[in-house]
């Protein structure tokens, strides 16, 4: 059985305008609002666009650029909400499997 904390992984690092970053795998979900759209929608990481906006904790922020890398290691956090912020913009904890 390979070892969880070994397997190499796709992950997506999105950088804002103002330089905050937050990096996930593939298949991780995060909330994400649309240029065009008034609402809030929930994407894999990997369906993410320049289009989208990534929400803060008290706005949304434009991405300047999407990175795509593969790294050895990762974990999936667990919360009571399935929510959570990471450098105070707001992910999921559920992953698409």
Same mark, same amino acid.
Do not use: C, W
């Given at each position: 059985?390979? !070892? ?11 950088i ?7 990096? =996930? ?15 809030? !929608? ?11 906006? =990534? ?24 919360? =009571?909400?399935?929510?959570?912020l990471?450098? !105070? ?6 992953? !698409? =499997?």
């Amino acid at each position: 059985m390979e !070892n969880f904390f070994s397997l190499i992984a796709e992950f997506y690092t999105f950088i804002t305008i103002e330089g905050q970053t937050v990096s =996930l795998t593939e298949t991780h979900y995060i909330v994400v609002a649309s240029n065009n759209e008034k609402r809030m !929608n929930i994407k894999p990481a990997s369906s993410v666009t320049l289009a989208d906006q =990534l929400i803060m904790a008290n706005r949304s922020i434009s991405l300047q650029r999407i990175v795509i890398s593969k790294r050895i290691g990762y974990h999936s956090t667990i919360t =009571l909400s399935g929510y959570l912020l990471v450098n !105070n913009i707001s992910t999921s904890a559920y992953v !698409n =499997l």
